[in-house]
Every structure is written in structure tokens, then in C-alpha cells.
């Protein structure tokens, strides 16, 4: 899996795209909460629930059919806290849901386990992208080892500078449109 730190940084990447109106600090909190929820089927191990089983890692939750189950009712309660109608409300419902399927992107990236169950609960068949350079995270405490440093570099080449190119990129956008729609009135 990629870190809880690569995942909170695509998400709060992403965020940037709801907008100022849009991205408040519960905003961005629950986008951080939703791109990390679906490891907490790791904690299925300790039970004994099998890796490769529908509830196991990288099992259910981290399907596409969860992410969007997950980040719609979750949109829901907090849109409504904050009466978000309309194209704000559908914009920031499909961002939580990119929040939550970002983690088994990125998880589809990593270089170990046995794959993402993408198409669960139709299909449990795990599954990684063509190119696995991301390195994956040990679980538990070995994450502050050497192998945790060799993964937190690689999720500096493969997601924060990413990251941190798509959103100078958005943010240049952002200027130019709004610079040239004033120019415009």
C-alpha cells in the first residue's frame, strides 16, 4: 500500500479543485479521512480474515463500487451540515468519491501484495496496474526501518511532485481564466 501520507497528499491536492466556497477545513479533513478509509480492512488481519478474502486487504474496500457508496453517503451528511445545493453539491460529492478511489489507485501502483479487488463485490479478482513503481509500505511499525525511507522517496517521485505539478498547473489555470475574465468585463 502507499502511506497514509502519500494518500492525505493526493487528497488534499484534490481538494483544490472544489474551490475556496467549497473547501473549508471540514472540507479537506474528511477528504484526508476518506483517501485512508480504505485500509482500515487491515485491521481484518488481526481477527484473522484472510488477505486474499472479499473482506481482507485490499478486499471490498478498496473496490470501486465502495469508493462510491462511501463518498456519496459520506457527501451527503456533510453537504447537507453545510447546505451545498446544486453544481457546488455535485462537485463536491464527485470529489469525496475521487478521494476515496484514489487510495486503491495509488495502491494499484505499489510493487507488493496480492493486488486491488477493483470490481468487488462483483468480482473478487485482484488486480495491479502495468506499471508498479511505487514501493509498498510496510505495515505496523517497520514503516520507520530503511525500507519505510525507500517508500517515502518513491512517494515523493510518484506522488508529491505529481501532485505538486498538477496543482501549479490548476492554480496557473485558475489565474489565467480569472484574469481573463476580468480582462473580458
Keep these: 500500500?502507499?502511506?497514509?501520507?502519500?494518500?492525505?497528499?493526493?487528497?488534499?491536492?484534490?481538494?483544490?479543485?472544489?474551490?475556496?466556497?467549497?473547501?473549508?477545513?471540514?472540507?479537506?479533513?474528511?477528504?484526508?479521512?476518506?483517501?485512508?478509509?480504505?485500509?482500515l480492512d487491515v485491521f481484518g488481519l488481526l481477527i484473522g480474515i484472510p488477505y486474499e478474502s472479499f473482506w481482507g486487504h485490499r478486499g471490498f474496500t478498496h473496490s470501486i463500487f465502495f469508493g462510491v457508496l462511501l463518498g456519496?453517503?459520506?457527501?451527503?451528511?456533510?453537504?447537507i451540515k453545510r447546505k451545498r445545493r446544486g453544481s457546488e453539491f455535485?462537485?463536491?460529492?464527485?470529489?469525496?468519491?475521487?478521494a476515496t478511489l484514489s487510495h486503491s489507485f495509488f495502491d494499484g501502483f505499489?510493487?507488493?501484495?496480492?493486488?486491488?479487488?477493483?470490481l468487488a463485490p462483483f468480482d473478487n479478482t485482484r488486480y495491479f496496474f502495468p506499471m508498479r513503481v511505487l514501493e509498498v509500505s510496510p505495515?505496523?511499525?517497520?514503516?520507520f526501518s530503511?525500507?519505510?525511507?525507500?517508500?517515502?522517496?518513491?512517494e515523493l517521485v510518484w506522488i508529491a511532485?505529481?501532485?505538486?505539478?498538477?496543482?501549479?498547473?490548476?492554480?496557473?489555470?485558475?489565474?489565467?481564466?480569472?484574469?481573463?475574465?476580468?480582462?473580458?468585463?
Design 161 to 185: 511532485l505529481p501532485c505538486l505539478g498538477g496543482l501549479c498547473i490548476y492554480l496557473c489555470l485558475q489565474k489565467f481564466i480569472g484574469d481573463k475574465s476580468k480582462n473580458d468585463s
Design 90 to 98: 455535485v462537485l463536491a460529492t464527485f470529489l469525496l468519491i475521487l
Design 1 to 39: 500500500m502507499a502511506t497514509i501520507f502519500g494518500h492525505a497528499l493526493s487528497a488534499v491536492t484534490l481538494s483544490f479543485v472544489a474551490g475556496k466556497k467549497t473547501r473549508d477545513w471540514l472540507f479537506v479533513r474528511t477528504m484526508i479521512y476518506l483517501s485512508i478509509a480504505p485500509d
Design 110 to 118: 505499489t510493487n507488493g501484495g496480492h493486488g486491488i479487488a477493483f
Design 139 to 143: 505495515i505496523g511499525l517497520w514503516f
Design 72 to 79: 456519496t453517503t459520506v457527501s451527503f451528511l456533510i453537504n
Design 146 to 154: 530503511a525500507r519505510g525511507l525507500e517508500v517515502i522517496l518513491s
